[in-house]
């Protein structure tokens, strides 16, 4: 694993840890996953670093920032993700993230749409405007407690035993991707969940608000179905490009799962930015 800078910023008194590869190149920002941290983007950042300064955050909760508190909401992760790029003096950075660490970038390209040049989005948690019946919301209050619980269980394991555990679960995947992603299964605050780390909004009306060009990544197993990505194209207002690739082979975790197939589309989408 490459030796990267690392920092801290103060945002309203917590600590948010960040690795940078340096070098005075364009800004890329790369928000994490739930359950991940900045370091889980390595593999990401070593294609990246000869062109960009790529700057990898442990959003709060995770990594080595602090922990979360009872008055943290998804605004906490959006506002401190602005408040890095500022402290840091980035103009204009491409942001990049999956799943929880994409729907923060939507909410920055929402909420500060001037500050992003463009996002990027790998299978982010968006949710739709439906209804849910209440033998749904049960079912779906029965998942999340067993989900709980077993990443409890996994914070009391060894890394050796999450290492291991990882290997056997996602056989695919490089030991550079499994060796960071064990380790942040470790570090992050298992009290996570039960706070709201996205955007309540739905897509549908977080979609139309977006101004920057947007790339959306999406798998062939993930959250965002290729009916949900095409109805994004449907929504899409603003003048910049908006452009979405599906994966096959690949579940939530794309660029683990299809690492060369990610990397076609995002150096296809980052060749359109330089054109």
Known sequence: ????????????????????????????????????????????????????????????????SDRLDPAFSFENHTNQGVALIREMGLKKPIIMGHSM???????????????????????????????????????MAKQHEAFMKSLIDVSKHTPEEVLADGRQANPRWSEVELAPWARAKLQFDTTLFSTMVINPRSYEELVPQIKCPTLLIIAEKGIVSKETAENIARLWKSRKPFRWVQIMGATHNIRRDQPSAFKKALFDWLKTLAD
């Open 101 to 139: 660490g994409a729907g923060t970038a939507v909410n920055i390209a929402v909420e500060f749409p001037s500050l992003p040049k463009t996002i990027i989005l790998e299978d982010p948690a968006w949710r739709k405007e439906d209804t849910l019946s209440p033998e749904q919301e049960r079912e």
């Open 1 to 64: 694993m490459p030796e990267f800078k690392q920092g801290d910023v103060k945002v309203n008194g917590i600590k948010i840890h960040y690795y940078r590869t340096g070098g005075k190149k364009p800004p890329f920002v790369l928000l994490h996953g739930a359950t991940d941290n900045g370091l889980c983007w390595t593999p990401v950042a070593e294609l990246l670093s000869d062109k960009y300064d790529v700057i990898m955050p442990d959003a709060q909760g995770h990594g080595l």
